[in-house]
């Protein structure tokens, strides 16, 4: 079962993606984390395989949380949902290889299609992966 991260600081915003992926019987196991420090900390000692952040928090935003999890070269797949939808905040994502941007109020029917289609791209890289080693041997 692929792994889910779901970071924002409000506890409303991380009940309703919980919800969601529950109601539509989404196959993930979720965690869910407050700050971006704690996001980090749990993800420098937890395999994740989709990190659904908010942008905008208190000390470490979503950004910056995205750029370390880079630096730690961890194959994650990364959607942002934001608030905001400055230009600015996009071209970051962006630049930190976002797979979505996605606005709130989250549209249910964007959120199901985002977060299908990211779990979709994760369990193929695993079976090209999983080809790859059996032609190698491993």
């Known amino acids: 079962m692929l792994k889910m991260l779901v970071v924002d600081d409000d506890k409303f915003e ?66 942002f949902m934001s608030a905001y939808g400055e230009f600015e905040y996009a071209q970051r994502a962006i630049d930190l290889n976002a797979i979505r941007y996605i606005l709130k109020p989250v549209q249910v029917s964007e959120f199901i299609k985002v977060v299908s289609q990211v779990i979709q791209l994760c369990e193929q890289e695993l079976k090209s992966k999983a080809q790859q080693e059996r032609s190698r041997g491993v």
């Open 14 to 79: 991380r009940d309703g993606v919980k919800f969601l992926i529950e109601k539509y019987s989404l196959d993930l196991e979720i965690s869910e984390a407050d700050s971006g420090e704690s996001a980090l900390a749990y993800i420098e000692s937890n395999d994740i395989d989709i990190l659904f952040s908010d942008i905008r928090m208190k000390g470490m935003d979503g950004l910056q949380l995205a750029a370390k999890v880079r630096e730690l070269d961890k194959p994650v797949k990364v959607i």
